[in-house]
């Protein structure tokens, strides 16, 4: 007797359908392959083969049909081109929040609540006796009325000022990023990729915070010979380019950005993998990839020392090990009296996850 399989009790499925197992590897297939659709599919066709992860009641012509159905891809039937959806676009954000920042359903941490009392959108709970000044909104009627029954009684209800109690709101700091991403080719050189850890984690902080912190701000800068800003919705198509690193013009326009948002605080997050190569003068790029040049690094000192007094953070997340770039680093840091993490690329979401969680935390006076 065949009988029945319960797969959504299984253990070791998870309660995922085919599709949905096939569709956590494309979401992750796509990152890699900065959103190309076709490129995505034809390396989950060759998993398959390899790890058998379809079988013959669903193969992935059945997945390619879902996910058109299912709004995850759009063929156009004029080009052939097939492109993912704004559907798959938050998708991917979202994927990658689970991934890196998975830790914050888990903790209160991170909402970044000062430890002074006063107007805001969290309810404390702590409750305390009504004082002169005190608005109605903060009044908590139920132990207000509570206190009422028990000071004077059911039969000779009266509600007193000594019967009040109230309900504090804890004022919520609003935060304003920059986040920088190196797009230069040493990102991908020596046969390692080390911009899709990068766009992994520019689509989970740019989920978390649009989700979590709605009133933050998260700004992208990408920066190679130049730098220019993107929408949240172009980081799965991110790729590095043939260029060099430009720190200069990042952290210019960074700053350019944050001087005209209004919260009160304001960091940059810079992910880079090397040393500045390149400025531009005028019409013109200055360019030296042999070593630090004295006047590159005097121009980004200048900027680190400008952020200061702005009152902007700077934290660098370095990925590479060159001792000498790390001097560079240290000293920039200590310029800028910022912070600094030489991460590998497998604990780089980490690192920046735990930067974000303790700056939310400050007191902000």
């Not at 004029?78 to 993912?84: A, C, H, L, M």
């Not at 007193?160 to 190196?182: G, H, N, P, W």
């Not at 531009?280 to 040049?293: A, P």
Request: neutral net charge; glycine residues 6%.
């Amino acid at each position: 007797m065949h009988g029945h399989n319960f797969s959504k009790y299984d253990p070791k499925q998870n309660g995922k359908t085919s599709f949905e197992k096939l569709l956590d590897a494309f979401m992750q297939l796509l990152t890699y392959t900065s959103g190309d659709v076709a490129e995505a599919l034809s390396w989950l066709t060759e998993l398959d083969k390899e790890y058998d992860l379809t079988n013959e009641e669903y193969g992935i012509g059945d997945f390619i049909e879902d996910l058109k159905d299912k709004g995850y891809i759009d063929d156009n039937k004029q080009t052939g081109e097939i492109k993912i959806t704004p559907k798959t676009e938050q998708g991917i954000r979202k994927k990658s929040l689970e991934e890196i920042f998975g830790k914050l359903k888990k903790t209160k941490q991170g909402n970044h609540n000062t430890f002074k009392p006063g107007g805001g959108d969290e309810i404390n709970p702590e409750t305390r006796s009504f004082q002169f000044g005190d608005s109605v909104e903060q009044i908590d009627f139920t132990a207000s009325i509570r206190n009422a029954q028990i000071n004077h009684g059911i039969d000779s209800f009266k509600m007193q000022e000594d019967d009040l109690e109230i309900r504090e709101t804890d004022f919520k700091a609003q935060t304003s990023t920059v986040l920088m991403i190196d797009i230069s080719h040493s990102m991908i050189l020596y046969g390692e990729d080390r911009i899709t850890p990068a766009k992994k984690v520019a689509m989970a902080l740019s989920e978390l915070i649009t989700t979590k912190y709605p009133k933050d701000t998260l700004d992208i800068v990408v920066f190679g010979n130049d730098a220019w800003s993107i929408e949240i919705k172009d980081l799965p198509y991110l790729q590095v380019g043939p260029y060099h690193t430009n720190t200069v013009a990042g952290l210019e326009l960074a700053m350019d950005i944050l001087r005209r948002r209004k919260n009160p605080n304001k960091q940059i997050f810079m992910i880079t993998d090397g040393k500045p190569t390149c400025l531009k003068v005028g019409k013109r790029y200055y360019k030296n990839s042999f070593g630090v040049d004295r006047r590159i690094l005097s121009r980004c000192m200048n900027l680190a020392a400008q952020c200061k007094k702005l009152k902007i953070p700077i934290t660098t997340f370095m990925i590479a090990s060159d001792p000498y770039l790390q001097r560079f680093v240290t000293e920039f840091t200590e310029t800028n009296n910022g912070k600094a993490f030489f991460a590998s690329l497998d604990r780089l979401g980490a690192f920046i996850f735990k930067d974000f969680e303790s700056g939310k935390r400050k007191t902000v006076y």
